[in-house]
């Protein structure tokens, strides 16, 4: 079923009007993860809650509670849960956001004021903080929403909506709200849900865009190394005492090769080999081993192979070392021994792999590792925190009405896509409500999301918006 043509065309006829709207989003500098920024956080609820009950939308702020953040203790952020439309002859769409960003300062290395949206006539470039993650995509919703009530038109299907404020720092409280709505049954904000779909992600590049149905987990881990009760001279003590940096260092060059390979024994194992239908998904993609050369700047591909490369990010593990604390890293050359030093590295995970399945094997061979050294140091190995990985069957019909929007939409086929990265509530609402669920990306690759300049390209905010109103309508005419 083909969106309306008066819907195209008044999000054409009102795109300055929705930019400015984005503008007033970008300004409430909505820091999930900054104590001091916590009042414009649900500044911006009230902002958003506002904008939704403007344009038919019922809603409901939910109360999640209290957090303590760098000692001080905090209200969390409301959840936003909206609904409009009951009609029992429409399938019902429940739509996921987020309304708070990443921290960001000038001074960080932004060309512009971060909480200014800047638009740059000459490229289309619609600049701020929160312009692409994720405030561009929610405001794509409103835009729908209002473009159909203006012309008094019937939404095509039901919608449920629930938008939350801590997306950027943990998404605390929202598991537990959503397990809560699901056990109340017909009472619940989620009852009688079809699919859910989720912008909150990008295209692989500038060039196509994509519908996402995988997403890696996470575990991250901290090995701690001490020693000594004080930093120490090097002068007086070197080779005299085992030092925990020395250690660590040994430990941290055990866990990943260079050529991507994980050392630690039966991760990698877990993964099966990708088929020939799989490998025809990555082979299609418009994605080059030029492309990440041009997104990292240097020609350091771990292979020539465009699949290989491609599958290390989307269907592979990969273990990353992050970054030791407690060690000497200023200007000059001072000549310590430190007493403790923390080693932080994570894996990122795939199906079937999980962080129960994960955690100890890391345990074990971290631990085996350390005794091998015979050092008289002290190990200590925490996880940090840890995510289930996602994937979705790319074959369901809320796929199939996203692939056929976006050929209407863009006038070409979507690349299929898996993230390497993690966004922990696709999971939550994949099993709780135990429905298919869509990530369906507004911006590209090169939106600098939790970078400085981040931007939204003009034409992805209203061609994206159309997509998404677009993407309802062919929902409601799939057969499911």
Known sequence: MASPPQFLQFVDQNADKFIARLGEAVAIPSVSGDGTRRPDVFRMAAWLDSQLKSLGVTTKLVDLGKHVMDGQELPLPPAILGRIGDDPKKKTVLVYGHYDVQPANKSDGWDTEPFQLVVDEKTGRLIGRGSTDDKGPILGWLNVLEAHKSLGLDLPVNMRFCFEGMEENGSEGLDDLIKSEVAKGKDGWFDGVDCVCISDNYWLNSRTPCITYGL??????????????????????????????????????????????????????????????????YEKLDYSVKDVEDAVGAPITLSDDKVSVIMGRMRMPSLSLHGIEGAFYGAGAKTVIPASVSGKFSIRIVPPQTPEKIEPLVVQYVQQEFAKLKSKNKLKIENLHDGRPWMADWKHWNYEAARRATEAIYKRSPDLTREGGSIPVTLTFAESLGVNVLLLPMGRGDDGAHSTNEKLDRSNFIEGSKLLGTYLYEVAAVKA
């Open 216 to 281: 890696r987990g996470l575990v991250y881990f901290k090995l701690t190394v001490s020693g000594p009760t004080r930093d120490l001279h090097s002068g007086v003590f070197g080779r005299m005492v085992h030092e925990p940096m020395t250690d660590l260092v040994q430990l941290m060059s055990k866990l990943v090769a260079s050529d991507g390979t994980i050392l630690v024994p039966g991760v990698d194992d877990m993964v099966s080999i990708a088929d020939a239908e799989e490998r025809e998904i």
